[in-house]
């Protein structure tokens, strides 16, 4: 029987991924709490800065952002399904969006294809201090659910992150490939 990968999107806007004990920290669209200054060159509805704006100023495939006292991870402003595949040739995992495709099985098809590169502003290096991390919309707060979420395991310690895309005619991918820095 083909697995079948638990899919996160939302309605609009970037998805992020963060550890579990981060979450108290995302306010999501909501208005910044307790005095808190956020600062972004996005806005969305509100007159200031949250922290989904600072999401939404993610230009590139990913970004390393500040939440509490650790890193939360955005993946593209391109709002497409996207999931985790743990241990895939070299890597720990990769989290892919799925742009399009017929089946999850192209997907993973295209995966093993995939050809990632270094950023232009160099590979992400991030490092997860607790193993329980979780993928939602970046529009909602870490504590209100609104959309479905993907919990994963990570061993603690620092990774390498590098995005590449793979397109065909009848696909369209984008792939976050994790490795363990050394």
């Known amino acids: 029987?083909?697995?079948?990968?638990?899919?996160?999107?939302?309605?609009?806007?970037?998805?992020?991924?963060?550890?579990?004990?981060?979450?108290?920290?995302?306010?999501?669209?909501?208005?910044?709490?307790?005095?808190?200054?956020?600062?972004?060159?996005?806005?969305?509805?509100?007159?200031?800065?949250?922290?989904?704006?600072?999401?939404?100023?993610?230009?590139?495939?990913?970004?390393?952002?500040?939440?509490?006292?650790?890193?939360?991870?955005?993946?593209?402003?391109?709002?497409?399904?996207?999931?985790?595949?743990?241990?895939?040739?070299?890597?720990?995992?990769?989290?892919?969006?799925?742009g399009f495709a017929d089946s999850e099985s192209d997907i993973l098809e295209e995966l093993r294809q995939l050809t990632v590169g270094v950023d232009i502003e160099g590979p992400k290096i991030w490092e997860i201090e607790s193993g329980s991390v979780v993928l939602f919309a970046a529009a909602e707060s870490g504590l209100e659910p609104i959309y479905q979420r993907l919990e994963f395991e990570l061993v603690p310690g620092r990774y390498r992150i590098l995005s590449g895309e793979r397109k065909t005619d009848h696909t369209f991918i984008i792939g976050h490939q994790f490795k363990v820095k050394k």
């Open 1 to 98: 029987m083909e697995h079948v990968w638990k899919w996160v999107s939302c309605d609009g806007g970037p998805l992020i991924v963060m550890e579990k004990r981060l979450l108290p920290f995302w306010e999501g669209s909501g208005a910044p709490s307790n005095g808190r200054i956020v600062e972004a060159e996005s806005r969305w509805g509100l007159g200031i800065a949250t922290d989904y704006d600072r999401s939404c100023d993610i230009a590139d495939w990913s970004g390393l952002i500040e939440v509490g006292d650790g890193l939360g991870l955005v993946l593209s402003i391109e709002n497409h399904s996207t999931t985790w595949i743990p241990a895939t040739g070299d890597t720990v995992g990769t989290l892919v969006e799925w």
